[in-house]
Each structure stands twice: as C-alpha cells, then as structure tokens.
C-alpha cells in the first residue's frame, strides 16, 4: 500500500529550526510534484512550499519565503522541508503532499495523496 510517512516535527523555540522528511514507500515520488502544507488549529490547511519532480522549480508562501527551503532526493524517495528562524505562527500540522496535475499548485484541494502529517510547534 503506498504512502507518505512525514519525521521531523517536534517542540522548538522561536527563531530555531526543524528539519521535515517525508518518505515515499509503494510509491515513486521522481514522477510526482511534490508539496508541503499545513494546517493550524482553527485554521484552513494552506499551502507553505512546492517543489517539481526534477527538484528544478520551487515555489514557497509568501509567509516563509527566505526561512523556509524545500529539495528533494529522488534516489531516497524523500522530500525534505528546511524550517529555519522558526515563528510562533509557524505552529501547525504540517503534511507532504503529491498532486498529479504536473505543476506546483499553491491550492491544497489539488494534490491528491497525502501522509498523516507531523506536528511542529513553535514557543514564544
């Protein structure tokens, strides 16, 4: 059965830093563009990085642009996401995500296979 397995999370203060990983097994993620989201208590889930199966093209939130940096690693089936100067408001369930459509879509409707998410909390 194919699945993302996302590592990584856990308690940190503000202006630290946290390295997600999302592992594919059953599945090829090189064929697929690759995302991480999140979702905050009482919040929508939103879109924070998205990345192309080559890894060539990255698109990031205006909200973590220059702190945040997604890569990949086709050979190991994972997809990373580099957290760094962490905020108070960065605190969320953070998933990876695959969307089939071929292109980085900052709209988390459109990607279609999902991990269980890891938590990354951030204290003032």
């Known amino acids: 059965q194919a699945q993302l397995v996302e590592s990584g999370g856990g308690k940190v203060q503000a202006g630290g830093s946290l390295r997600l990983s999302c592992v594919a097994s059953g599945r090829t993620l090189s064929n697929a563009v690759m995302g991480w989201l999140r979702q905050a208590p009482g919040k929508e889930r939103e879109f924070v990085a998205g990345?192309?199966?080559?890894?060539?093209?990255?698109n990031y939130a205006d909200s973590v642009k220059g702190r945040f940096a997604i890569s990949r690693d086709n050979a190991k089936n994972t997809v990373y996401l580099q957290m760094n100067s962490l905020k108070p408001e960065d605190t969320a369930v953070y998933y990876c995500a695959a969307t089939s459509l071929g292109v980085i879509t900052t709209t988390p409707g459109r990607y279609n296979f999902w991990g269980q998410g890891t938590q990354v909390t951030v204290s003032s």
């Open positions: 990345i192309t199966k080559s890894g060539g093209t990255t």
